[in-house]
């Protein structure tokens, strides 16, 4: 069995790792992983520590696959409301639809018994005010939130501009291969933005017959290139995990016009493999990675292309 995941998961892959180890479905053990990220307020970019759109208010993303009957659940847009990958798990399990949004979402999750929550940290609140107040004029100020919100939505970006997310990845010979995701998106993203996160073939895929594979960092490249459906099909028409890989990377390099920025690509294969590449994105990228037969989870580094 391996179990891998980007750095952010640093909160809750051990959980998940002891989990699996104690018998857990591959999701249920990310699941419960990928909560205690999002309950972590130092993970910037997931959860309570995740930053607003630019109306102040946190919207999450999450989505789950079951790469052995290929079931997917999705949540996007969904306000006042952790765990969200938990939620994105029981749209799968509950209902006969893949993905919830916004108001639906949050409906969902109130009759299935998660409650409201308050996700705004105070300290989030106000840099988003002040990152925000230095964009408008002191009409907009006083008009606000009853402005144009558009021209503002290339200004800002979080402090760490990283558009990031966490994503893991799980495969084990019995129990098939299966991956699962969470974030709160794009700093001071347009309200209702999707990132990736929640859409299957772009932030994640997985196939227990040949792999899966998870994105982090710029959603608005890997939804237009479909980049974690383009590996696992490309696994199927035999390419190795490494030329997969590659051809996905191809894809984003092709990409000319539009939003462009980085892309971390985490990937897995039937045959025990794993591959982690960054594409363009600033400063070191590392993963998570545990194994049968290792006492700890390592951090490792992603390979640079
Ligand atoms: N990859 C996360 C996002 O684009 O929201």
Redesign the pocket.
């Known amino acids: 069995m391996l179990l891998l995941a980007n750095a952010e998961a640093w909160a809750g892959f051990a959980t998940s790792v002891d989990l699996l180890k104690k018998g857990d479905t591959s999701l249920d053990a990310m699941v419960a992983g990928i909560a205690k990220v999002e309950q972590e307020e130092k993970v910037r970019?997931v959860g309570y520590g995740g930053w607003p759109n630019m109306l102040g208010r946190m919207e999450f993303?999450a989505g789950v696959m079951d790469g052995t009957t290929r079931e997917v659940g999705a949540v996007g847009a969904v306000p006042d409301t952790i765990p969200v990958a938990r939620l994105a798990l029981e749209v799968m399990r509950r209902l006969p639809h893949v993905m919830l949004t916004g108001d639906g979402a949050r409906r969902f999750a109130t009759e299935i018994g998660m409650p409201h929550d308050e996700t705004l940290l105070d300290d989030s609140r106000r840099v988003w005010w002040e990152r925000l107040e230095k964009e408008l004029s002191p009409e907009d100020i006083r008009r606000f939130p009853d402005i144009p919100l558009a021209p503002l939505s290339r200004t800002i970006t979080d402090p760490e501009r990283v558009?990031?997310?966490t994503v893991f990845l799980c495969a084990d010979p019995a129990r098939g291969i299966h991956a699962a995701t969470s974030?709160s998106?794009?700093a001071w993203?347009y309200p209702g933005r999707?990132?990736?996160?929640p859409i299957p073939g772009a932030?994640f895929y997985a196939d227990s017959r040949y792999g899966a594979a998870a994105?982090?960092?710029?959603?608005?490249m890997?939804m237009r290139c479909g980049t974690a459906r383009t590996i696992v099909l490309a696994l199927k028409l035999g390419y190795s995990l490494r030329d997969a890989v590659q051809l996905a990377v191809d894809e984003l390099a092709d990409l000319t016009d539009g939003f462009l920025a980085g892309v971390v690509i985490h990937a897995v294969d039937a045959k025990g493999g794993h591959e982690v590449v960054n594409f363009r994105c600033e400063g070191e990228i590392r993963f998570w990675f545990w194994e049968d037969g290792m006492a700890e989870p390592e951090l490792r580094p992603a390979r640079e292309l």
């Open positions: 970019s993303d558009r990031d997310t974030t998106g794009w993203k999707l990132g990736d996160s932030g994105c982090t960092h710029t959603g608005e890997t």
